[in-house]
């Protein structure tokens, strides 16, 4: 239609994705209002991607039974993006992807799932899941607990919901990794103009 073979595409989308990322992307330095920071749902998220054809194991993710990159994103109690961490191969837990990000904001309260075990050593203020076992199943109080905090979770999964509307990060990723994050950021930043957030 407009006379232009794929390899120029890609060459353009590269050009324009660093120009769009300083309006749209996620800012990594971006400062939180008091509101902002009192609470904040946090979730990590996996991807498909095609067999690494060098260094498969790392990308293996046994969760999904595939190869997969992981991303975690950061919301507050309105949905809105406040951070989106750097990619990981599908293999790197989701307590681990977030230690190596920046640590949660003092006097924040965090909203997290059972993947997070063990952040309420590092943040007091965190609100995980009761893990039910066979000697010790839960009690009602505890089912209680665990509903009222999925109800305050699912507006992490709606947003990451709306992310995935975009094919490109809900189909296998087939483009190359290193790319991916920069995508991911921008698509992030829509999802929030979307959502009624303005560009920071």
């Keep these: 239609m407009f006379a232009l073979d ?9 050009k324009l994705e660093p120009i769009l ?3 749209m992307a996620i800012s990594k330095s971006k400062c939180l209002s008091q509101e902002e920071i009192e609470a904040l749902i946090v979730d990590a998220t996996e991807q498909p991607i095609e067999r690494p054809k060098k260094g498969q194991k790392p990308y293996y993710s ?10 975690e994103i950061r919301i507050t109690r309105k949905g809105r993006i406040v951070h989106v961490s750097k990619t990981k191969p599908g293999s790197v837990h989701d307590f681990n992807l977030h230690k190596q990000e920046p640590p949660l904001p003092l006097g924040s309260r965090a909203f997290v799932d059972s993947g997070y075990q ?3 050593k590092l943040h007091k203020e965190t609100e ?8 010790k199943p839960l009690d009602r109080e505890e089912k209680e607990y665990n509903r009222a905090l999925s109800r305050i979770r699912v507006k992490v999964e709606n947003v990451l919901a709306n992310i995935k509307i975009f094919r490109i990060l809900k189909d296998c990723y087939r483009n190359k990794r290193k790319r991916y994050n920069i995508k991911f950021n921008i698509i992030a930043g829509i999802v929030n103009l979307k959502n009624g957030f303005a560009p920071a």
């Design 6 to 14: 794929k390899s120029r595409v890609c060459r353009i989308i590269q």
């Design 21 to 23: 990322a300083k309006v």
């Design 62 to 71: 046994g969760k999904k039974k595939c190869h997969t990159l992981k991303t």
């Design 118 to 120: 063990g952040l309420d």
């Design 128 to 135: 995980i899941p009761y893990k039910a076992t066979k000697k």
